[in-house]
């Protein structure tokens, strides 16, 4: 009896590590948000599916612990990305905590990796994931964090970075990283990564404050001072001298 928390990587199957797709099939029940089951679902149609939506994180880790306790079978929690960047490693281990099932984390592609990869090389020197969402974290907080990492001119990799219920929240962080970063930083978005209808656009800081195509089913990439665009990707410079 034992509860695996994986990380399912941005979307498709070829960016499920295959230690991930080894744990996932070896696993009897497999637990998650219906958007990540969704995506896995085909590959794994023996499994028993535990589904739920969004917002009920905690009922999700306490019904998967009790599944497996009771059928005394192993499980799996997917996260999609990794599942120890803003997914549910951390609360599951909270949560299973005392009740004598062990929690193992198998990591994965956490979307900072897959979006940097289609966007060129941005995170090639030091870089901070700062998610724009207030629902746990106030926004005074988020602010001060986008102000100390533009003044230590981190690149920044912004998750969450607007939905229905906040779409201001990435024009008010642009406005913040503008009072410290060059409005000609490269900057990019990636949109559903690995997934269908995957896009993306490099532009300026300036110009991407005003993207409409910014919402929860993408990340952003600033570079810092040293970034560039080069052929079309972003590049920010590790040191090496080039001859
Ligand atoms: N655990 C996930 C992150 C969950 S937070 C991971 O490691 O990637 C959700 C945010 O992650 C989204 O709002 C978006 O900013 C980013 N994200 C996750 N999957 C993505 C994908 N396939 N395409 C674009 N952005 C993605």
Same mark, same amino acid.
């Given at each position: 009896m034992k509860i695996y928390v994986v990380g399912i990587g941005p979307g498709g199957i070829d960016e499920l590590t295959p230690r991930a797709y080894k744990t996932l099939e070896s696993c009897t029940i497999?637990?998650?948000?219906?958007?990540?089951?969704d995506l896995i679902r085909k590959?794994?149609?023996?499994?028993?599916?535990?589904?739920?939506?969004?917002?009920?994180?905690?009922?999700?880790?306490?019904n998967l612990l009790d599944a497996v306790k009771e059928n005394n079978v192993d499980g799996a929690l997917i996260s999609s990305g990794d599942? #120890?960047?803003? %997914?549910?490693?951390?609360?599951m281990l909270e949560i299973a905590s005392g009740s004598g099932i062990e929690v193992e984390v198998v990591p994965g592609i956490t979307a900072a990796n897959s979006a940097a990869a289609v966007l060129g090389a941005p995170l090639m020197n030091d870089y901070v994931n700062i998610?724009?969402?207030?629902?746990?974290t106030d926004w005074n907080t988020i602010a001060k964090r986008l102000v100390l990492a533009s003044e230590g001119d981190f690149v920044i990799c912004l998750y969450n970075p607007a939905s229905n219920h906040r779409p201001e929240n990435f024009k008010k962080a642009c406005r913040i990283l503008l009072k410290y970063k060059s409005p000609d930083t490269p900057a990019g978005y990636v949109r559903?990564? #690995?997934?269908? %209808?995957?896009?993306?656009?490099?532009?300026?800081?300036?110009?991407?404050q005003h993207c409409d195509k910014i919402d929860m089913?993408?990340?952003?990439?600033?570079?810092?001072?040293?970034?560039?665009?080069q052929n079309g990707k972003i590049i920010t410079p590790r040191g090496y001298k080039l001859e």
């Open positions: 497999i637990a998650g948000y219906k958007r990540y089951v590959y794994f149609p023996e499994k028993s599916f535990m589904i739920s939506s969004m917002r009920q994180e905690i009922e999700r880790c306490e599942a #120890g960047v803003y %997914g549910m490693a951390g609360l998610s724009l969402s207030d629902l746990m559903n990564i #690995g997934r269908e %209808g995957q896009e993306f656009t490099i532009m300026t800081l300036n110009e991407i089913l993408t990340t952003v990439i600033i570079g810092n001072s040293q970034s560039y665009i």
